[in-house]
């Protein structure tokens, strides 16, 4: 990812269930990468984003496809990992809008009356 990518900053896009363990090889990696939905316009960087491989070539989510375009990918393992390009008409507003939403934590009280 390093190799590919010209700038000091990678941000990637994975479902929930990747975040994590992607973070975590990335930092032991000593790769300065954030979440997709952290962009900013004056902190420019690369694009990344997983998927799992099971899931067949290009299923990347619509939010990805419509903003982005694939520049190439490699599926190494159980993940497919895809470099991005923004699109010049691409709207970075609408990957903010899940982190700036207050998420509610459902607790197992809140399954019982």
Do not use: H
């Not at 032991?28 to 316009?41: G, H, Q, S, V």
Request: glycine fraction near 4%; hydrophobic fraction near 35%.
């Amino acid at each position: 990812m390093k190799n590919s990518c010209d700038k000091t900053v990678i941000y990637y896009y994975a479902i929930s269930e990747y975040t994590t363990p992607i973070e975590y090889v990335l930092k032991l990696k000593n790769i300065d990468a954030y979440p997709l939905e952290t962009y900013r316009a004056d902190q420019p960087g690369c694009f990344f984003a997983f998927e799992p491989s099971r899931l067949g070539e290009n299923k990347l989510d619509k939010k990805i496809m419509g903003n982005f375009s694939i520049v190439e990918y490699q599926t190494r393992g159980i993940l497919r990992v895809y470099r991005l390009q923004l699109k010049e008409n691409a709207d970075m507003s609408i990957f903010g809008e899940t982190s700036q939403k207050k998420k509610r934590q459902l607790l197992w009280r809140d399954l019982w009356f």
